[in-house]
């Protein structure tokens, strides 16, 4: 028999008194995020505290340009990316895995699927892409095999 006080994180204390032994205590966070599934808005994406567990929200430009080697642009000469206006169809949504709104090094670009087409950005494992941050006015330089931003350079 199990007598006792449970808590899962997120949830009021409970008592349990059961004669199972299998009890399953909590339920999963299938994120990893501190949002229980049952009360995460986004279970398989890690999220923040704000939008109840979903990850921020960005829009990245849909022209980039590729390196193999990082932090090698110059954004002073960055005129084509840097002029992109704020037009929708020069941006897809895409979201990130950051504490706040406007991301940061060492975050990741965790969604990224409205091109109509197989696209490197999306499948290659290999190489670096360089991407406007519309709302920011800012280039990020993501590693293409796991969407981590690796340097941000600011639009002059």
């Known amino acids: 028999m199990i007598r006792g006080f449970i808590s899962c994180p997120g949830e009021p204390l409970e008592f349990l008194d059961s004669?199972?032994?299998a009890v399953d205590l909590c339920p999963p966070d299938t994120d990893v995020d501190g949002f229980l599934d049952p009360v995460d808005s986004c279970p398989y994406a890690k999220g923040v505290v704000a939008l109840n567990g979903c990850p921020w929200s960005i829009y990245i430009s849909n022209n980039y340009k590729t390196s193999t080697v990082?932090?090698?642009i110059d954004a002073s000469k960055e005129e084509f990316l840097c002029s992109l206006t704020n037009s929708f169809s020069?941006?897809?949504i895409s979201y990130h895995s950051g504490a706040n709104p406007e991301p940061s090094v060492?975050?990741?670009i965790i969604?990224?699927?409205n091109y109509f087409f197989p696209h490197t950005f999306v499948f290659d494992n290999t190489n670096f892409a360089?991407?406007?941050l519309r709302d920011y006015n800012k280039i990020v330089e993501v590693r293409k095999v796991d969407g981590e931003i690796v340097t941000i350079y600011d639009c002059l």
């Open 111 to 113: 969604y990224n699927t």
């Open 70 to 72: 990082p932090n090698n």
């Open 106 to 108: 060492g975050d990741h």
């Open 19 to 21: 004669d199972s032994i």
């Open 130 to 132: 360089f991407l406007k």
């Open 90 to 92: 020069n941006y897809n």
